[in-house]
């Protein structure tokens, strides 16, 4: 597709180096849903799978190209779990760096799957630019979730697997946080369902890349406060958001409460049990049900980590 960095007979490529414990994920009409939501809502369920997110489906081919015998990422939980699993599968040495602030859960697996795992006192960017300062230091090669096409690639799997599943869909509700899910799912969906509406959510309180979708400028903010800490980010990646201006139809951001209301939705009716980031499309739904009513969406629930007493809280409050 003209003006976009993804293509694709790379993703085609990519699908066939993924390991197939992450391919296929289910994609079912959950009816129970329906009644709350005022729509028919169909779910694409990333988190049955052994890091529970989608993020492996692009760390599976970054590891398997051949490079450096080593990587550094920085990553929120869920790209440093996926990218220990893959790196492990194939000897490859990984280091993560993430905010010691991060999700204990998630910091846990990423140990447990072999990673080394180096902690700042600080946010997402600042892992950011500590994974870089390593990755010159070493001579290992940088992970960047988003900038590295293979993540988008790898992203871009699931909607080959919505426009293969038959009927299209009348909208794709999509979390948004570094690009990598929304731009590749988005390309898939321009090229082969042009009908189909892609529709990006972002919690309010985490809006950067929302804010610079709309302006058609890469806008930076201050501080995140979200529940939502996969989508975390305040500074989008230039290219990044040029390939979402071409395949996104909207960007939208919902409030925490939409967000917790989200989470306890899927819970309550469709028995997942899912981290607030994947909880957005619902959160969107929530906030505009005029907008839904009458049409079949699709939810892509993105990643199931999260830590259990926040789930607790969220879904039985006191």
Known sequence: MPGTRLDLARI????????PVFLETPLYRCEALEPALGCAVSIKLETANPVRSFKARGTEVIASRPGSPA???ASAGNLGQALAWSGRRRGLGVTVVASRYATTAKLERIRALGARLELVDGDHELARERAAAIARRDGIRLVEDSLDLETCEGAATIGLELVDAGPSFDAVLIALGGGALATGVGHVLRARAPSTEVICVQPQGAPA???????????TTGPTNTIADGVAGRCPIPEVLDDLLVVADDAVLVGEASIIAGVRLLFDHAGLVVEPSAALGVAAILEDPRRFAGRHVVTIVCGGNVDPAAHRGWTHPA
């Open 12 to 19: 085609q490529a990519a699908r066939r180096v993924i390991d």
């Open 71 to 73: 990587v550094v990422c």
């Open 209 to 219: 890349m929302t804010r610079s979708w709309h302006e058609r400028r890469v806008v």
